[in-house]
């Protein structure tokens, strides 16, 4: 499945339930947008990686504001890497925007020139 599940109406949701239900019967990640959760980093809009039982077993263990802060580093650098990620794919339709202007340019003065030669001759 390529759609994101926050991507899904009512309809689509009746339809593909048993897709839906294989994605998120074992989750492994958390959306930081929706909060929604899903075996699959394609299937959410802004995934993060969920700790797994050992590492919820060692968080448990230490005092509250440890725990504040290791999760706020956590978020820091998932959301850093998800802007990141945000930039260049920007980036990269901008690159494909321009492109697709330049040959829109290309084709149109061509069609100018083919006209100026009718009228030169």
Do not use: Y
Not at 13 to 24: A, M, P, S
Not at 44 to 62: D, G, M, N, R, S
């Amino acid at each position: 499945m390529s759609k994101r599940l926050c991507k899904f109406d009512r309809r689509e949701i009746r339809h593909t339930l048993g897709e839906i239900h294989h994605l998120v019967s074992a989750p492994k990640f958390l959306c930081l947008s929706c909060a929604r959760s899903a075996n699959q980093l394609s299937s959410l809009c802004k995934p993060v990686e969920l700790p797994t039982p050992i590492q919820q077993v060692a968080l448990a263990e230490k005092p509250p504001s440890q725990l504040n802060m290791m999760m706020s580093v956590w978020d820091k650098k998932a959301l850093k890497q998800l802007k990141k990620q945000h930039k260049d794919k920007k980036a990269r339709k901008q690159i494909k925007k321009l492109i697709r202007q330049q040959k829109q340019l290309r084709k149109e003065s061509g069609k100018i020139q083919k006209r100026l030669e009718k009228i030169a001759c």
